[in-house]
DNA sequence: GTCAATAATCATGTATGCAAGATCGCAAGC
DNA sequence: GCTTGCGATCTTGCATACATGATTATTGAC
């Protein structure tokens, strides 16, 4: 085999776990993969190593990896961090935007609002992630952009969820006219403060969320 | 061996790296490492694997792994987006920080004031790493304040040769007491501007000393 | 003397083997 | 009936082996 298994496992492995193919919590276990994969479980190991350096796996020293979970307090802590790395982004790119770049957003902004029209909540996801990335871009900062980005994928599966409270798409989309206001204007401050609220009422919207379905569930088992 | 092999290995390299024993763009060979180890090249690759997705090393494929050799844009990103970090790390800090954050923010900064009266710029280079991790660690966000540091630690080696610009170290704590100031009496986002400053002319500073070095490597070369 | 082509060498990437620790099941005791 | 101790099994972590691509050296031509 040619000898580039490591790298092409690391992708798959991540597809899997950002369309949701592999769940949370999920057992990954070395020589099932190997099998699946048709290789030895060092490329495995190797590609598991990597996915667990940039968060998407969790590795439990001689007990396995696990696709990562993230719990109350890590979810709140990533949203946080995530908001500060957009507002950021969002500084930078309304001082450093090129036209290039401001035709991006504008077409990231406009598919998003065919998907709220359409009511296409799949698609909306999709569209609102290219969106945030078009500002990563515009940062003309690709260490920033990079790691914007990195942390986005990190909470993509959560936000998934997110997206099916009621309204949340609408309002979300009104949240990034806002933003586009204030980022082809130049107002680099303004633009941060609104990426900082935005993400940080996705996060909020999205603990509401999660209390809510544990409380179903405790529910549930007492019921049950 | 017992089988803590891989971890011990990354702490290993990655003190020799930080400490400088090992330099920006040195060659890590897996069999020469293994040797030096005592052990097989398996726990050496995934140590260096780790350390690659950290940033600390580059590897390139079927090329073999360096220390990572940050360039000049690199860098200038590098030190923006550890502005933006430690930005948002102050502001947060100021509204969280407890008694006992406080307290050590405090010592920190001290030991600072010791370093500085003494003029030891080797003690002051390490007690203000400190001082900026106590500022992490005060954000009552553990996921930020790791981001932080390790960005702080990709930083650490080109930090080191910055403050040997004249001057740089009493501008550096004169700096840091503006920042403590604004930190305990509550203003976050004062914090923030005087901490995204503060690392931004460090960035500044360092890269005007690295066009200064490249130029005088190229007069060199010309005289030579 | 320099350059290019080719062969030898070497390092990386992957596969496989093996030992130690973790997990699971079973049985014995409370 | 539940818990605890022991053993079997399985998985991980590291070592070793091998193949392929990169690197270097050598030789021949210009």
Chains 1, 2 share one sequence.
Do not use: W
């Amino acid at each position: 085999m040619r000898g580039d298994a490591t790298p092409r496992l690391r992708e798959a492995l991540e597809d899997d776990i950002l369309a949701g193919r592999l769940k949370p919590g999920q057992r990954l276990d070395e020589v099932g993969l190997a099998e699946r994969f048709g290789v030895s479980r060092t490329p495995i190991r190797e590609a598991l190593i990597q996915l667990a350096a940039s968060g998407m796996v969790e590795i439990r020293p001689r007990r396995g990896a696990y696709v990562a979970l993230l719990g109350p307090r890590q979810l709140i802590e990533s949203f946080e961090l995530m908001s500060e790395l957009e507002a950021a982004c969002g500084r930078l790119a309304a001082r450093r935007m090129t036209p290039e770049d401001r035709t991006a957003l504008e077409v990231a902004h406009a598919d998003c609002a065919h998907a709220v029209s359409c009511g296409d909540i799949e698609t909306y996801y999709i569209e609102n992630a290219r969106f945030h990335a078009a500002i990563y871009a515009a940062t003309a900062n690709r260490t920033l952009a990079a790691e914007a980005l990195r942390h986005q994928r990190l909470l993509q599966p959560y936000r998934r969820l997110q997206l099916r409270v009621p309204r949340r798409m609408d309002a979300s989309f009104a949240e990034h006219q806002g933003i586009l206001d204030a980022l082809v204007t130049g107002q680099g401050d303004l633009a941060a403060e609104r990426l900082r609220a935005h993400v940080l009422v996705q996060g909020e919207r999205f603990l509401t969320l999660l209390t809510a379905l544990q409380d179903e569930a405790e529910a549930l088992a007492r019921a049950g």
